[in-house]
């Protein structure tokens, strides 16, 4: 998949609102060769899905060592919206909280006192810095059971109209 048609799905109507979200889940291979799949909140910026992480964690291990990653970002109706995404980790050790990270929670339900308190424990906690994850995307698909299907499903869908005919 090329640049172009990467940028074609992830500009699609859809593909925007959930790119507007706030979780996704990262799946990558873990230093023992065993797959991961967590949620982790993140933060799209026109280009790169940018995740933040302590300093300590133990997936920045295995992302140095294998840094193809893949992402899901959906939803929780039916029939569900998918946005499957595929992309090469990068790594950034900052000082202080990245902007992303602070960002990225911005639609989560808090007060306006609870968001300064969840922000003050943040700042004491990773005094020290973060790790940016930017994940620049190399293939991209929507699903959207309107115009988009699984593809396995597609080609059943094909099967079927053969047989018909």
Request: hydrophobic share 40%.
């Amino acid at each position: 998949m090329d640049r172009n048609d990467v940028r074609d799905v992830l500009n699609k109507p859809y593909s925007q609102e959930l790119l507007a979200r706030d979780v996704t889940r990262l799946a990558y291979v873990g230093t023992d060769g065993t797959p991961r799949a967590i949620p982790i909140a993140f933060a799209w910026n026109g280009s790169t899905i940018v995740m933040s992480t302590a300093k300590n964690s133990q997936k920045l291990a295995a992302l140095r060592a294998n840094p193809a990653v893949a992402l899901t970002i959906d939803t929780e109706v039916h029939p569900p919206k998918i946005l499957l995404v595929r992309g090469v980790a990068e790594l950034d050790y900052v000082d202080g909280i990245p902007k992303e990270y602070l960002q990225m929670t911005s639609t989560y339900e808090m007060t306006a006192e609870q968001r300064v308190e969840w922000e003050a424990e943040v700042r004491s906690l990773y005094h020290d810095g973060m790790v940016r994850i930017v994940v620049t995307p190399t293939w991209a698909k929507l699903i959207d059971f309107e115009s988009t299907l699984p593809s396995a499903v597609e080609e059943l869908v094909r099967r079927r109209e053969e047989r018909r005919v």
